[in-house]
């Protein structure tokens, strides 16, 4: 005799089978109270707070421009003055230079010094804001 589906034979027992599975696993794992979850909750893992602390760097010094020295006496001698109708020079002698000079005209410079005025008495120079004026001849 074959069997076939459904069919039992005699003397057989069908064995009855209950898993008694809970629906969930939530009756069987106690979760903890959401306030356990707080820090996790106030920083969140793909928040930009949750990267360490990293200082700025330090600002690059600003840079100072160089300031020219501006000597008390600038050591120098007015060797003579020529004054034409049309051009006015001055030639202008280094103490320290041993006794080296040039021919400058007004507006030129020497030696860092620019040359503002020349008259018959003397000349004026500049430099950073400080004017001095040298005398061709000294006064009475």
Do not use: C
Not at 21 to 46: G, K, N, Q
Not at 68 to 76: K, L, W
Request: no cysteine; charged share 20%.
């Amino acid at each position: 005799m074959i069997l076939g589906l459904g069919e039992e034979t005699v003397g057989s027992q069908r064995a009855a089978w209950n898993a008694e599975l809970p629906r969930s696993m939530a009756s069987h794992v106690e979760r903890p109270r959401t306030d356990a979850y707080t820090e996790i909750v106030a920083h969140p893992i793909f928040s930009k707070s949750r990267e360490p602390f990293v200082p700025l760097p330090p600002a690059p010094p600003l840079p100072v421009p160089p300031q020219q020295a501006v000597t008390a006496d600038p050591g120098f001698i007015v060797g003579g003055i020529m004054i034409t109708g049309r051009a006015s020079k001055a030639y202008l002698l280094s103490k320290a230079g041993g006794g080296v000079g040039s021919w400058v005209d007004e507006k030129g410079t020497f030696q860092g010094w620019t040359v503002k005025t020349i008259d018959a008495s003397g000349v004026r120079i500049e430099q950073v804001g400080r004017t001095i004026e040298l005398q061709l001849y000294p006064r009475n």
